[in-house]
């Protein structure tokens, strides 16, 4: 399979990343159905990409063809079978759950075409741990976007030691091909690069406001304005989800056992609340 082959993209998931990568795969030139077990998550990923489109338009960075263009390229549906059945390329960008990840990667190699490549976008979990739920192995890989994906470049491709090096070239032209950088890790790793980057700096984080250090608040202007950073690490958790933190953190910690891998009581407290940052409109912060 080639770059060329790819006519039209399923993404599974209408959430924060998946609305989004519809939106760049449909900028890009591809047809692409976007699925969700929620109708009122498909309904606020269609106003998203109706109400985005037109401001980059208005902003000088769209022409009004290219908007046009690109909403008529998205479509949004319950119907899971209609959205995959005949995708060339599926990106998934469901919940951070093994289980659900499994059966839906079990479902897709059965209802998409055998040539279809079935990538996760998933931030932790490796490919390897879904792939065995298909017969394509060879054609599963990991597709890691950044939040928030219209805007951010990287795009980390995972390719294990069950994934094609045809699949993984094909992933990083598609890559290119939607505008961002990709960079590719020829063996898998928890966390891949930049998270095991981050999770290391909001271990800390953490565990200085657990232990009454400092407050979340001024651990975050410790670190943008003494290390740089644009974005201080519990603002960060709530703008990607303080939900996705825990169930990462969870995920580790019942793989290895390790009690130093528990996530924070600050962690926890926090989603046992559901102030999940900002889609719960509170986090670590409060946002009107």
């Known amino acids: 399979m080639k770059l060329e082959d790819i006519k039209k993209i399923c993404v599974i998931g209408a959430g924060n990343m998946g609305h989004q990568i519809s939106v760049c795969c449909a900028l890009a030139g591809y047809k692409v159905s976007c699925t969700d077990l929620s109708q009122d998550m498909l309904d606020k990923a269609e106003t998203f990409a109706k109400t985005y489109l037109p401001e980059r338009v208005t902003k000088g960075k769209l022409s009004q063809v290219q908007a046009d263009e690109a909403l008529g390229k998205l479509s949004f549906t319950q119907n899971f079978e209609e959205a995959a059945g005949n995708a060339d390329y599926v990106i998934e960008a469901a919940v951070e ?61 995972v390719q294990g030691a069950h994934t094609s090096a045809e699949t993984a070239q094909v992933t990083m032209d598609l890559t290119a091909k939607l505008g961002k950088t990709g960079i590719l890790l020829k063996k898998e790793i928890y966390g891949f690069l930049v998270n095991r980057i981050l999770n290391a700096i909001n271990t800390e984080a953490l565990y200085l406001a657990d232990m009454g250090i400092a407050a979340p608040e001024e651990i975050d202007l410790a670190v943008t304005n003494a290390l740089g950073h644009p974005m201080g690490p519990f603002r960060l958790m709530d703008l990607t989800g303080i939900d996705l933190a825990y169930y990462s953190t969870m995920e580790r910690y019942q793989n290895t056992g390790d009690i130093a891998n528990k996530p924070s009581p600050l962690l926890v407290e926090k989603f046992t609340k559901g102030e999940y940052g900002i889609k719960a409109k509170k986090g670590f912060y409060t946002y009107d």
């Open 97 to 157: 759950k093994i289980d659900i990840k499994r059966k839906l990667f079990a479902d897709l190699d059965r209802i998409t075409p055998p040539h279809a490549i079935l990538a996760t976008n998933s931030s932790f979990i490796v490919s390897s741990q879904v792939a065995d739920a298909t017969k394509r192995p060879g054609k599963v890989c990991n597709m890691h976007f950044f939040n928030p994906a219209l805007v951010m470049k990287l795009v980390e491709v």
